[in-house]
């Protein structure tokens, strides 16, 4: 009598360890850079932080920056003991961002192993052999957990060997991780939902931002977390306490969730069919707006991103904003943050805040490059370059469309910035004169959008990508790494120093420079194979 159930049940499975071995062959070089870079960020933070922070008057300003509303939405809770202590620095400075960092990872990796396949088709040459229901998206958890396991390991013990308690560095890596196997299983149940890739992947994006957001609001009523912070899984890795009050419990939370969310997107799965999502497709509407033309197409693909991206930068420009009185204050007693802040002149607060929003708009403008690459690899490009679009117009129109709308993100994190500064120290017109800064990055992201045309036409995304980690790390460490001053001004978000000063010549040479760089990549993409 239990002999079918029992079959059925394996069978949803079959195919598990093939698929999975498939994946990390796949993925390898990619997660093994990731797991690497996340790693050796465990041996050079303390080392960057005690460097920046050398002396307890130093550590004693940080702390007073972090505990007001804005240091307290971009960091993490301050539990009132061992503040100054550098393992509760290292929680309070690290957890939010590689939580960030690694779950970002975990989502886009199984949306790439479920969904995507399906919406390109490869899925059905998998499905073709012995495969269960179930086959796919366990592999693609099993992968992630893999990868987070690593991750644990090789944190802990990079950490530990700097000389930091083996048991909380343990716990606040396994908290960073638990919590980014979390919203993998998330993006497990979105990929259920929708039918689309990129929506399944903007809603898991979505629920890790309102996370995060959750977390900071409800770590600014409490510094030490009130209730409503309880409400997001990234508070259950912070409250571990690691370093001042060691708690084993939230991880047992965090585990918890996770498995229920796995068991939810194993029902989800159950109840649709093959290339199909449990939520109707709001995009195959009857009367939906005629598209005219390439351009337009590229914008109405760009519009959730667009507002997803703009509602965040808005909440970033906000908080830096009204940190900036702060900021005045710790400068006059920090010398590190004082030579970051004055090397624009007396607007370097305002200039380093912009220059902060245009380095995180930078990927917005290169991930929409970027996706005519992977639409020509999914062949959903075919249909539009099958009728009377050439492959030139595709490709600079979607430089455009990606310029044009990080003119919208500029504008609306400027305001935002400007709002936050000019209530902060009373200086209404401040809001206005940020707002139009924010415009003056407009070249830089042009200059950043056709070195993302260029990768699309080597076939290389990487170029990309490694644009956007070079502005960076410019940027966020050029100083504290003392990087030489030529290869700094490479950067075209470092080279605009708005509101400080508007370098016209500079904003001029960048222009030039976009306009060659992707009319260079329009000849090199017209006339290379398809595929």
Sequence with gaps: MTTAPTLTARSSFAGTAGLLRLAVRRDRVRLSVWIAVVTLMMVYAPNAIKLAYPEEQQRLSRVELL????????????????????????????????????SILAISTVIRHTRAEEESGAAELVLSSVVGRHARTFAALALIGAVNAVLAVTMTVAMASTGFAVADTAAMCLGITAVAMVFGAVAAVTAQLWRQARTATGAAMGTLALAALVRGVGDVIDTSGSTLSWFSPIAWA???????????????????????????????????????????????????????????????LQRGPTIGWGVGLFLAGLAFGSMTKSLLDAARTNELIARVLDAQGNDGVYTTMTQFLAAATSAYVVSA??????????????AVLAGATSRWRWLLEAVASA??????????????????????????ATIAR??????GFVPAMAVL??????????????????????????????????????????????????????????????????????????WVYRHRDAV
């Design 67 to 102: 505990k007001t509303p804005a240091g307290t939405m971009l960091g993490g809770p301050m539990f009132g003991r061992n503040e100054t202590d550098l393992g509760v620095m290292m929680a309070n400075e690290l957890m939010l961002t590689l939580i960030v960092a690694i």
């Design 238 to 300: 912070q409250q571990m306490r690691s370093f001042v009050e060691l708690r084993w419990w939230p991880l047992a939370m965090l585990v918890a969730l996770a498995v229920t969310l796995m068991l939810l997107a194993a029902a989800l799965e159950t109840r649709r069919q093959y290339d199909d999502g449990n939520l109707p497709s709001t995009g195959e509407r009857v009367n939906a707006h005629r598209i005219s033309g390439p351009f337009q197409l590229h914008l109405t």
């Design 369 to 382: 490059v970027l996706r005519v690459y992977s639409d020509e690899q999914a062949g959903l490009g075919e």
């Design 403 to 428: 310029v044009l709308g990080s003119a919208v993100l500029m504008l609306v994190a400027g305001f935002g910035n400007g709002l936050g500064a000019g209530v902060t120290l009373g200086e209404p």
């Design 434 to 439: 940020l707002t139009l800064a924010g415009l």
């Design 449 to 522: 959008a056709a070195v993302a045309a260029l990768a699309v036409a080597l076939r290389r995304p990487w170029i990309g990508w490694l644009a956007v980690t070079f502005v960076i790390v410019a940027l966020y460490l050029g100083a504290l790494l003392r990087l030489p001053h030529w290869l700094l001004q490479l950067s075209p978000v470092g080279q605009t120093t708005i509101p400080s000063h508007v370098p016209l010549t500079r904003l001029a040479v960048m222009v030039v420079t976009a306009t060659t760089l992707t009319l260079i990549a329009g």
